[in-house]
């Protein structure tokens, strides 16, 4: 049997079209089994109908749909129940339901089985046979089974497919497809295709005995891929002066003689011509970066293949305009998008962006964030031709692009536009307001930053101050890590902006989802891996230049406190200290007259450990920072970015809640501050709660702020007490955001909730 669902699958995986890919399921399924019907239905969940799409055994006019509404007949007895149904006499089971178009009244035994994934009902497996003869355990066996190895397939089939195919999706529209969330917010607009400037795959493997003319007119395609990549460097600058420099000067580095080119002329000078050296040396470097298990190092891949197309179109001698020549505004769909393609887009077009590819950690994703726009990523296969010029949705808020949508839908998705847009409209007036609750109890909200695009514009909201400066960002943007002098620099222009309030900055936080591309380590399980300071105390030459950084960007502004990440063990916060303490003594040696003050010194409370040692640490340091996100991970043992289990995830949870109750109590009784950071910070129901219980300050993302002031201002202290007490008494998630959001729909504050048209 492993062998027959082996080779099933494999001819399934190989298929070119969806109707190849049902056919061959009931095809193989009919033969394997040797009964007389096969079919296999299609959920369509907007319908809310199986479509029949494969069928061996009836004779069916090609013109005609076959629909069962679900929670009829036997297909939808077998979706609603979730399990496999066999039946001997399934003509006299009450939920028979007779279609006479396909004749079936002759064919009384029948066994369905249930395809699903996630929790979802892809479809129906449907075997049926005349009286004579009954199926058994091992037919319900393997349908079981093929069906379990069939879910995965279906799940990312090619949805334009199904939405463009004559039969039976001719109508259907609103066909939605389900990605990450990459950056917040609602677009509507035509799809506009970006397409690569030109293709490395197909480039022969063709060898030249002109060596001389291939490195020259290889050396020339370098440089003017240079002067291409310099000028979107120039032009998205404009856009963003602090955050695409850092990008395109690595991008730069790659195109330099001494790296790719050095690399390329040497595969030229073993006797390949031009094109086919670059094909091989980028397919080389991109294909090892494809391997690693890093998500940071894998969309490097990305960048590098793009900067390898770059190159190629001008060894083909082909002519690009300076940017696309877009007539509307749209959303650009590609299947990966590079920081330099997202640059060739005018700003004034640019209305949302879905790609294929990607991931939270992409220079897509930091891009979109620093331009507001909103992004979807990480999409299952999708023929992207067949949706270019067609009106989508991209749906920031729930990770969900809608192709095609309806004229109910889209109306409907055009009034979330205009309210989001009403709602901007009104938070503004909250940007300048203090953060005081209805009866006088001030609330410190801080922001989350790493890019200098986001400070000045914090600055300007009226936050307390930086509650996390995330020093890795920099890190991130460069091919090497940054000198003393470049840190110093980048701190010290945070550290100006907010002179006179408090800059937490987190030492180094690395590893597990946030690598760096040149101090790359492979782990088995990297979020319980090397990271964060485990990786700064091995490493103290980098430690003490990080600390010696921020020490000397601090002088005369007094306003640094630095964050310690990950700490799991108290020995870790007095080794951190030591170093902190040995950089403050090195720079007053030096500099005796500096006017350096000794900083805060404060502890990241993100694992169940520090949880249940807060008490210890509390003795050690001067506030605590709780990261909610990894807080909410570690103790639910969910990696949020798996889509698998990214649902179970949420900051809400009762044993979450319960667990930063447990870390305020022992701060308010060691008399030191402590503050929330992370996602559910900046979630309305979240800062209802976490003010409830006694958080003294909320940092965020900037863009989460007037919303979040608008929320605290309406409500007293002791409301948000008593909700907070309410909620941390339930024992299920769905409870405690029902109730919130009761509360919340009371005073029409409901609406501040988003997430996205369900």
Not at 35 to 41: F, K, P, Q, R
Not at 124 to 151: D, K, M, N, W, Y
Not at 673 to 686: K, Q, R, T, W
Request: glycine share 6%.
């Amino acid at each position: 049997m492993l062998e027959l669902l082996r080779a099933i699958v494999d001819e399934v995986c190989s298929a070119q079209t969806v109707k190849e890919t049902f056919d061959i399921v009931v095809e193989r399924v009919q033969s394997s089994l040797k009964t007389e019907i096969c079919s296999l239905y299609y959920a369509d969940h907007h319908s809310q109908n199986y479509l029949l799409m494969a069928n061996r055994g009836f004779k069916l006019d090609d013109e005609l749909n076959v629909t069962i509404p679900f929670h009829k007949g036997l297909v939808g007895l077998v979706g609603e129940r979730e399990e496999p149904i066999t039946l001997s006499n399934a003509s006299r089971h009450e939920n028979y339901l007779l279609i006479p178009e396909i004749g079936e009244e002759d064919f009384d035994t029948f066994l369905g089985v249930p395809i699903v994934h996630r929790r979802q009902i892809l479809g129906i497996l449907v075997v049926q046979e005349r009286h004579q003869r009954q199926f058994g355990p091992e037919h319900e066996s393997f349908l079981v089974t093929l069906s379990a190895q069939l879910a995965g397939i279906l799940a990312y089939i090619d949805v334009a497919e199904l939405i463009t195919a004559q039969k039976p999706f001719h109508k259907t529209t609103d066909f939605s497809v389900q990605g990450i969330p990459g950056v917040a917010g609602i677009a509507i607009g035509d799809a506009f295709l970006l397409s690569p400037p030109a293709n490395l795959d197909k480039v022969p493997d063709r060898k030249t005995d002109e060596i001389s003319y291939n490195v020259q007119h290889f050396q020339h395609a370098l440089e003017a891929a240079r002067k291409e990549v310099s000028w979107l460097g120039e032009q998205l600058g404009i856009r963003l002066p602090k955050v695409a420099p850092a990008l395109f000067d690595a991008y730069k580095k790659i195109l330099a003689s001494d790296s790719l080119g050095t690399e390329v002329e040497e595969e030229i000078r073993k006797g390949w011509w031009s094109a086919t050296a670059l094909k091989r040396v980028i397919n080389s470097h991109a294909r090892a970066l494809e391997k690693v298990k890093d998500p940071y190092l894998k969309e490097r891949a990305a960048d590098l293949r793009d900067l390898g197309r770059r190159v190629l179109c001008h060894l083909e001698s082909k002519q690009r305009k300076s940017g696309i020549d877009v007539d509307n505004p749209c959303v650009i769909i590609a299947d990966e998008i590079s920081a330099a393609m997202l640059a060739e887009v005018p700003k004034e077009k640019l209305l949302g962006i879905v790609s294929l590819k990607g991931s939270l950690t992409s220079h897509v994703t930091i891009l979109a964030k620093a331009l507001n726009v909103p992004a979807v990523l990480g999409l299952p296969n999708i023929d992207l031709s067949k949706i270019h010029g067609n009106c989508i949705v991209v749906d920031g808020y729930s990770g969900r692009v809608i192709i095609s949508p309806g004229n109910s839908l889209k109306r409907e998705y055009n009034k979330l536009l205009e309210e989001e847009k009403r709602i901007y409209l009104d938070l503004e007036t909250y940007r300048d307001k203090p953060t005081v609750t209805a009866d006088g109890y001030k609330i410190p909200l801080f922001v989350n930053t790493g890019l200098y695009a986001d400070l000045v514009k914090s600055r300007r909201s009226g936050v307390s101050g930086i509650g996390l400066y995330r020093t890795e960002i920099p890190f991130m943007q460069r091919d090497n890590f940054p000198s003393e002098k470049e840190q110093i620099q980048i701190y010290r222009e945070a550290l100006q902006i907010f002179q006179g309030s408090p800059v937490k900055m987190r030492t180094l936080d690395v590893g597990a989802d946030k690598e760096l591309s040149y101090f790359h380590h492979e782990e088995p399980n990297p979020y319980l891996g090397w990271r964060g300071i485990r990786i700064t105390l091995d490493h103290p030459e980098l430690f003490l230049v990080q600390l010696r950084a921020m020490l000397k960007a601090s002088e005369s502004l007094h306003n640094l406190e630095i964050t310690l990440p990950m700490i799991s063990h108290v020995d870790e916060i007095d080794e951190a200290k030591a170093f902190i303490r040995q950089a403050y003594n090195e720079l007053l040696e030096e500099n005796p007259d500096a006017d350096i003050a000794f900083p805060k010194i404060g502890a990241m409370i993100e694992v169940p450990s520090a949880v249940i040692q807060a008490k210890d640490i509390a003795k050690r340091v001067d506030f605590f920072s709780i990261g909610s996100n990894d807080l909410a991970q570690y103790i639910l043992a969910v990696d949020r970015h798996n889509n698998r289990v990214a649902d179970r995830y949420d900051g809400l949870h009762p044993a979450v809640i319960r667990s930063v109750h447990a870390v305020i109590n022992v701060a308010k009784a060691s008399n030191i501050e402590v503050n929330l950071c992370g996602e559910i910070a900046g979630d309305p129901m979240g800062a209802m709660v976490y003010i409830g219980l006694g958080i003294d300050g909320l940092s965020m993302n900037a863009a989460s702020m007037p919303r979040i002031k608008k929320t605290l201002n309406h409500y007293t202290h002791s409301q948000l007490t008593r909700f907070a007490l309410t909620v941390i008494a339930f024992e299920k998630t769905c409870n405690v955001r029902q109730y919130l959001l009761e509360q919340l729909a009371s005073v029409g504050l409901d609406r501040l909730v988003r997430a996205g048209v369900q």
